[in-house]
């Protein structure tokens, strides 16, 4: 069974830092692409970020290029999202997502920008 | 970017009905369309990739259609599991966009 469990969230002031995490079990993670979406409050889903199966290739949309970086760890089936200059439109649930085109989700994790 | 309008915004159905949401792109995707479901408090989940293939473990009760521009998700006969928002989700190109959302509720 796949299985996707996110980690890192919480309140984090407008201009600071925070890494969320990622892991992965049930599935070969190595031979996967995976991806995170968020989904502000009472909102629709939006995607944040991509990486290859080997982590040499990214994908990112302008909202959040720049800011974020996404990386894994596939010897620890991990998956990171490191978001930096975080403003409080970033304010959302972050869902970590298997596959090129999100199969399988976690159950996602609060990341609240405010002062 | 490609912009995905979803159709309706709520929808109000009785158990046993026909339900039919729709998406439409901006140009056109080819068949690269998912649709997802997620119910309150939880995460989303796959029930049709591609335009029309049905996720494993899904109810063929959900079913996809369309290609280019438009596309359906047709639910046969509603069950009362069934109420959940329902997202459509492009990825025929960078970056991947996804429509606003169809909550479907229970007549």
């Known amino acids: 069974e796949v299985q996707l469990v996110e980690s890192g969230g919480g309140l984090v002031q407008p201009g600071r830092s925070l890494k969320l995490s990622c892991a992965a079990s049930?599935?070969?993670?190595?031979?996967?692409?995976m991806a995170w979406v968020r989904q502000a409050p009472k909102k629709g889903l939006e995607w944040v970020a991509t990486i290859s199966t080997s982590g040499s290739r990214t994908y990112y949309p302008d909202s959040v290029k720049g800011r974020f970086t996404i990386s894994r760890d596939n010897a620890k089936s991990s998956l990171y999202l490191q978001m930096n200059s975080l403003k409080s439109e970033d304010t959302a649930t972050y869902y970590c997502?298997?596959?090129?085109?999100?199969?399988?989700w976690g159950q996602g994790v609060m990341v609240t920008v405010s002062s | 970017d490609i912009q995905m309008t979803q159709s309706p915004s709520f929808l109000s159905a009785s158990v046993g009905d026909r339900v039919t949401i729709n998406c439409k792109a901006s140009q056109n995707i080819n068949r690269y369309l998912n649709w997802y479901q997620q119910k309150l408090g939880e995460a989303p989940k796959l029930l049709i990739y591609?335009?029309?293939s049905l996720q494993t473990g899904i109810p063929s009760r959900f079913s996809g259609s369309g290609s280019g521009t438009d596309f359906t998700l047709t639910i046969s006969s509603l069950q009362p599991e069934d109420v959940a928002t329902y997202f459509c989700?492009?990825?025929?190109?960078?970056?991947?966009?996804f429509g606003a959302g169809t909550k479907l509720e229970l007549k």
């Open positions: 591609n335009a029309n």
């Open positions: 997502a298997s596959g090129r085109t999100f199969d399988y």
């Open positions: 989700l492009q990825h025929n190109s960078w970056p991947y966009t």
């Open positions: 049930g599935f070969t993670f190595s031979n996967y692409y």
